[in-house]
């Protein structure tokens, strides 16, 4: 499995609160994206890097900002979290000039606003 | 931007039957298409993708069919298993890293 570390596993906060998930790679793969997974909507990009401190926006982008300070790190923050938030939250990372362009996943953030 | 359209949204079949998923996509620059599984409480796990230079590939039990021109590809899983209950998602990418557009996923359960 490729070395994806998604932190927290769980989460519950409250409405107009800041929240900051994290995501951590090993593989050293330049690409990293953001994903949230809603019911009929399957997998929708929030924000993608393709770089340290390269970053665009992605379909869902509103309400959200990231960070990437470094290439094994990348952070998803909501600066006031809605209850429309409320996801499943994946992070993935990929590589170019490999035979594979795979995206690997991580194990999924269960983010819920109350 | 990149549409991908999946159907079924759920498919039940016995064990041992086949099971094929469709999807298209709408940007004829895609030219990459991978398949994911995604067990419960998991995140997605590739199980087979393609890439627009061939029509069809193989990998035992799974193949994927690819249609250019028609802009559709198809998942086809022979003599399922319990174990290949999941949902599945088709996604189109141009490969160069930008970002992996995903269908809506397909629950498949496989009856014993």
């Known amino acids: 499995d490729a070395g994806i570390t998604q932190s927290p596993r769980h989460k519950v906060t409250e409405t107009g609160t800041p929240v900051t998930l994290r995501c951590h790679q090993t593989?050293?793969?330049?690409?990293m994206y953001w994903y949230r997974q809603d019911p009929g909507h399957g997998l929708r990009l929030i924000h993608y890097s393709y770089g340290v401190k390269d970053t665009d926006k992605g379909e869902v982008s509103d309400g959200y900002s990231v960070s990437r300070s470094k290439t094994e790190d990348f952070l998803l923050t909501l600066e006031s979290a809605t209850s429309s938030q409320t996801s499943v939250y994946f992070c993935?990372?990929?590589?170019?000039?490999?035979?594979?362009?795979?995206?690997?996943f991580g194990q999924g953030t269960r983010l819920t606003v109350v | 931007g990149e549409n991908v359209e999946q159907h079924p949204s759920t498919l039940s079949v016995q064990e041992g039957d086949s099971a094929v998923i469709k999807c298209t996509y709408s940007d004829s620059a895609s030219n990459y298409f991978p398949w994911y599984k995604q067990e419960l409480g998991k995140g997605p796990q590739l199980i087979i993708d393609?890439?627009?230079?061939?029509g069809e590939k193989k990998d035992q039990r799974i193949a994927v069919t690819l249609n250019k021109t028609a802009k559709h590809f198809s998942l086809h899983i022979t003599e399922t298993q319990p174990e290949d209950s999941a949902v599945y998602f088709c996604a189109a990418s141009k490969g160069n890293g930008q970002n992996f557009v995903f269908g809506p996923g397909t629950r498949l359960s496989v009856l014993p």
């Open positions: 393609i890439r627009s230079n061939v």
């Open positions: 593989e050293n793969h330049r690409y």
């Open positions: 993935a990372i990929s590589e170019l000039g490999q035979s594979n362009t795979e995206a690997f």
